[in-house]
Every structure is written in C-alpha cells, then in structure tokens.
C-alpha cells in the first residue's frame, strides 16, 4: 500500500534561513508526489508536484522540492523562510492500489518561522 | 486551475441533525472528492463523486452516514447524517485537473457537533 511519513511534526526556522520540511513515501508504482499548505482557516493549496522529468521541481510562493528515488524522499525547500510561510504542509502521494484516484497524505507539519 | 466553492463555510449543529455540504466548481471535471479533516489530524478521503453513478466509498464510510450526489460535472453534495461530536470535522471538496494529475481543493467546511 502507498504511504508518506513526514517524521517532523513542526520545524522551526528564523525568517530568512533556509527552510526544509521532510517527507518520504512507499509506493509500489510509479510515485506521483505533491506538496499541499494549509494556512490558518483556510482549504489545502496545491504547491508542487513530482509525476516525472526532472527531480527538482519548482512550485509556488517559491517553494521547490527534491524528489531522491534512491532514498524514496521528497523534501520540500526554500532558501529563504519569510513569516508568512508559516502554515500546515502535507505530503501526498497518489494511490495506485484502489479504483480511484485518491490521495494518501502524511500527517502534516507545522512550520513555524520566526522574525 | 479550477475554483472550488463550498457552502457552507462552517456551521455549528446539534446531535441527531444532518448537515448537507454543497461543492461548486467552475468548470466541468469528472472526478470529484470528499475528505475530512479531523481537528488536528491529516485528511481522509470519505468518497468519490462519480456523475451519473452512485459514489465509491472508502472503507470505514458508508453510504447511511455520509450519502452523496452529483448530478452533474460541476456539482456535488455531502450530507453528514445524524450528526454525533466525533464528526465534528472540516469537511473538504476537490476535483482533478484533467491531464494535470493534480486535485485542487475547496475551502472547506468547518462542522461543529454540540
């Protein structure tokens, strides 16, 4: 069965560090990953995806992810945090096993940046 | 990317009631999804919307509890039905871009069970 675990529950950045919040997946297919934010009150944005090509891929409000097939990750960067980042992230990876499109997601991670 | 609608954006009910949760979408797409989000937990798919047949729920949900309708491409419904705390949740729709593999998601809908 597809899995992702983001083993980190928050992470805590200065505002202008950078910034890396960690996810790794089992599939037994292809791995389709994504990166969602939740902010406070608000639904799931779509950030970046991995289907295939290059393994760096570059989403919105700056943020890019590395997908690593030899160590079955998916982190998700930035090079500089702002505060504004601060928000609920989510990793998912689509599951090939049911009849259905669905997403699995890991469990979330709090990023918290500080000024 | 398509503009997901929800109504409404949150509501506060007692036990015993149903709730009935409307997604609206701006264009025509075939899948549409249900998930809940459970306070302070990671989100769950409840079912799938299929147009013009009965939707596929995922094992833990049944159709009693948690009935669907999509009667047509841009439009779904999510009735949560005799309501307990434990489904006090925010309750999310989404849709699949075609040929993008991506689903975008509503708002939400924030449910408070008394």
């Known amino acids: 069965a597809q899995s992702v675990a983001q083993p980190e529950d928050q992470v805590n950045v200065a505002e202008g560090n950078p910034l890396t919040v960690k996810c790794t997946y089992s599939v037994s297919g292809n791995p389709y990953l994504f990166w969602y934010v939740q902010y406070p009150n608000r639904g799931l944005q779509f950030l970046l995806k991995?289907?295939?090509?290059?393994?760096l891929v570059k989403g919105s409000y700056g943020f890019e992810a590395e997908f690593n097939k030899s160590q079955t990750s998916f982190h998700l960067k930035k090079p500089s945090a702002l505060v504004s980042d601060s928000a609920l992230y989510f990793c998912?990876?689509?599951?090939?096993?049911?009849?259905?499109?669905?997403?699995?997601f890991g469990t979330g991670t709090l990023l918290a940046v500080q000024p | 990317s398509a503009v997901i609608s929800q109504k409404p954006s949150r509501d506060i009910c007692q036990r015993g009631t149903s709730l009935t949760i409307q997604c609206q979408v701006d264009s025509q797409v075939t899948m549409m999804f249900w998930y809940r989000q459970q306070p302070g937990q990671s989100l769950t798919l409840i079912a799938t919307?299929?147009?013009?047949?009965?939707?596929?729920?995922e094992s833990g949900f049944v159709i009693d509890k948690f009935p669907i309708s999509r009667p047509n491409l841009t439009f779904s419904t999510l009735t949560v039905s005799n309501m307990s705390p434990e489904d006090s949740s925010i309750y999310l729709c989404?849709?699949?871009?075609?040929?993008?593999?991506?689903?975008?998601f509503g708002p939400g809908t924030r449910l408070l069970v008394l």
């Open positions: 991995y289907i295939t090509g290059d393994n």
């Open positions: 998912a990876v689509r599951d090939w096993g049911g009849a259905t499109n669905k997403l699995i």
């Open positions: 989404s849709v699949e871009d075609p040929g993008s593999e991506t689903q975008y």
């Open positions: 919307a299929n147009q013009g047949s009965e939707a596929t729920y």
